[in-house]
């Protein structure tokens, strides 16, 4: 069974604020991605990455970094975080390009 | 450019019903495509996948796809709902020229007993 875990699950924070996010996967997985959910948006991809020291930019990159330090582990980060980054932040994996993906439990942010 | 349609926001059905939620998408090439459904503080799970060959999928739970070519659309159906179907539930399409993948918007199913 595949496996991705994510944390904080829950963080709040105050506009200007640090803020990272930590995704693991034990699944060997070579892709990994980060996204967000909202309301009547569905999932939109934030950064995605095929391997360790690789990132690629997704469809909504815009105040958000990232980081792939292992094969396992996956960052995003929010340097001045903004109440528009207020959302529900989702983790995946997947073993090769355009595969099914396996999510995290999800990462819920306020920013205040 | 690609797109997911999933016009219907919230179904509610029966609990025994047949229910059928839709998805249409729009893509040029050959598209992977994926039922996920999301129950409730929880992440996304995968129901079925479609890659190619056979129309029908068959998924978890007794859960099925079809693709349509020609429709542009991957309905999932299931003959009898229970109440723990009730969830959100996404289609997802997956192209080619670099990583691509589409969420479509949800469909959130209520089971009512």
């Known amino acids: 069974e595949a496996a991705v875990t994510q944390s904080p699950r829950n963080k709040v924070t105050v506009t200007g604020g640090n803020v990272t996010l930590s995704c693991r996967q034990t699944n060997s997985h070579n892709y990994m991605y980060w996204y967000r959910q909202d309301t009547g948006h569905g999932l939109r991809l934030i950064h995605y990455?095929?391997?360790?020291?690789?990132?690629q930019i997704g469809d909504v990159p815009d105040g958000y970094k990232a980081t792939r330090t292992t094969q396992e582990d996956f960052f995003l980060l929010l340097e001045l975080a903004s109440p528009s980054q207020t959302s529900l932040y989702f983790c995946?994996?997947?073993?090769?390009?355009?595969?099914?993906?396996?999510f995290g439990p999800g990462t819920r942010l306020t920013v205040l | 450019a690609q797109s997911v349609t999933q016009p219907d926001a919230r179904v509610t059905v029966s609990e025994g019903a047949s229910l059928q939620l839709r998805c249409k998408y729009s893509y040029s090439g050959t598209p992977y495509l994926f039922w996920y459904v999301q129950y409730p503080r929880q992440g996304l799970q995968l129901l079925l996948k479609y890659y190619s060959g056979d129309p029908v999928v068959q998924g978890v739970n007794g859960f099925e796809a079809e693709f349509s070519k020609s429709n542009s659309s991957f309905h999932l159906r299931k003959a009898s709902v229970h109440w723990s179907d009730s969830a959100v539930y996404f289609c997802?399409?997956?192209?080619?020229?670099?990583?691509?993948?589409?969420f479509g918007s949800g469909t959130r199913l209520l089971v009512s007993p």
């Open positions: 997802v399409l997956s192209g080619t020229g670099g990583y691509k993948v589409v």
């Open positions: 995946a994996s997947s073993h090769r390009d355009r595969g099914e993906q396996y």
């Open positions: 990455s095929y391997g360790a020291g690789n990132l």
